[in-house]
């Protein structure tokens, strides 16, 4: 089965419907970039996607078990990766006192030890670091880091479960032209080598069309068009 498949979706807010019947398969390693105007509905489909949201209707699949009911941290668990439109990050704390944590949780161990737990998973959390380039800023107080920055810890914090799967909203959001094609290429790079399948929402379409291998197009909660970058441009 497909990796990651969403069947029929809907999701209404009151008498808003944010998602209307989407329906959506995507294959293992795939990178898939869904786009679509302001109010679309899809930072609906990730909540939806990921268990931030429940389903009016409809079902999501991972490697074809349904998601129903399962709650956001079990479906994490689950090789589910994601990252947030705004960063979701620690201030206070430092770059790598912000991996430590997650790496924790990913493991779901030594949890009543924070915040004296210094030393685990300190190697683990360099690695990460250095992975996404921001391994010298390790000692520095998250809340002192660039925008672009905290974009890129973002990334390396989605990589603590090990996903398989990445959605990733916005990850270039508020970047210079040049940290957006190098952060797209590191994603790229990445979830070619560890076979991580991507969905991604990006509003510049240079970058969708240059790292997507598939872009879906959705408006008012449904797929408008959905194909190669070519077959998508040639339809505009
Ligand atoms: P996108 O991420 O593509 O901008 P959203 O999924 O955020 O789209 O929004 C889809 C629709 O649902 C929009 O009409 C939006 O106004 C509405 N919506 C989103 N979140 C809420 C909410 N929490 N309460 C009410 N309406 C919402
Ligand atoms: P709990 O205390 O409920 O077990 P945790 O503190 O382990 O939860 O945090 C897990 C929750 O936080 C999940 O809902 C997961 O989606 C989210 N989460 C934590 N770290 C990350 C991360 N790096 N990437 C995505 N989601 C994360």
């Given at each position: 089965p497909p990796v990651l498949e969403a069947r029929?979706?809907?999701?209404?807010y009151g008498g808003v419907v944010a998602v209307a019947g989407l329906?959506?398969?995507?294959?293992?390693?795939?990178?898939?970039?869904?786009?679509?105007?302001?109010?679309?509905?899809?930072?609906?489909?990730?909540?939806?996607?990921?268990?931030?949201?429940?389903?009016?209707?409809?079902?999501?699949?991972?490697?074809?078990?349904?998601?129903?009911?399962?709650?956001?941290?079990r479906i994490w668990r689950m090789g589910v990766g994601r990252t947030f439109?705004?960063?979701?990050?620690?201030g206070s704390m430092t770059v790598l006192e912000n991996i430590q944590m997650g790496l924790i949780s990913a493991h779901n161990r030594y949890r009543a030890l924070w915040p004296w737990a210094g030393a685990l998973y300190r190697d683990q959390a360099m690695?990460?670091?250095?992975?996404?380039g921001?391994?010298?800023?390790?000692?520095l107080p998250c809340a002192t880091l660039a925008y672009g920055d905290v974009k890129r810890l973002e990334l390396a914090l989605a990589l603590v479960n090990d996903p398989h799967v990445l959605l990733m909203d916005e990850p270039t959001a508020g970047m210079a032209l040049a940290e957006r094609e190098s952060v797209m290429e590191l994603t790229v790079t990445?979830?070619?080598?560890?076979?991580?399948?991507?969905?991604?929402?990006?509003?510049d379409?240079?970058?969708?069309?240059?790292?997507?291998?598939?872009?879906?197009?959705?408006?008012?909660?449904t797929l408008l068009a959905d194909g190669t970058p070519d077959e998508v441009?040639?339809?505009e």
């Amino acid at each position: 089965p497909p990796v990651l498949e969403a069947r029929a979706l809907r999701k209404s807010y009151g008498g808003v419907v944010a998602v209307a019947g989407l329906s959506l398969s995507v294959p293992r390693g795939q990178i898939l970039a869904l786009i679509g105007p302001n109010g679309a509905g899809k930072s609906t489909t990730f909540n939806l996607l990921t268990g931030h949201l429940s389903p009016d209707s409809g079902d999501v699949l991972l490697n074809g078990q349904s998601l129903a009911g399962l709650p956001p941290r079990r479906i994490w668990r689950m090789g589910v990766g994601r990252t947030f439109q705004v960063a979701a990050t620690f201030g206070s704390m430092t770059v790598l006192e912000n991996i430590q944590m997650g790496l924790i949780s990913a493991h779901n161990r030594y949890r009543a030890l924070w915040p004296w737990a210094g030393a685990l998973y300190r190697d683990q959390a360099m690695a990460l670091l250095d992975l996404v380039g921001l391994g010298p800023l390790g000692p520095l107080p998250c809340a002192t880091l660039a925008y672009g920055d905290v974009k890129r810890l973002e990334l390396a914090l989605a990589l603590v479960n090990d996903p398989h799967v990445l959605l990733m909203d916005e990850p270039t959001a508020g970047m210079a032209l040049a940290e957006r094609e190098s952060v797209m290429e590191l994603t790229v790079t990445l979830a070619r080598q560890r076979t991580i399948t991507v969905v991604f929402t990006e509003h510049d379409m240079d970058v969708v069309f240059r790292h997507a291998d598939r872009v879906a197009v959705i408006n008012r909660g449904t797929l408008l068009a959905d194909g190669t970058p070519d077959e998508v441009q040639q339809n505009e």
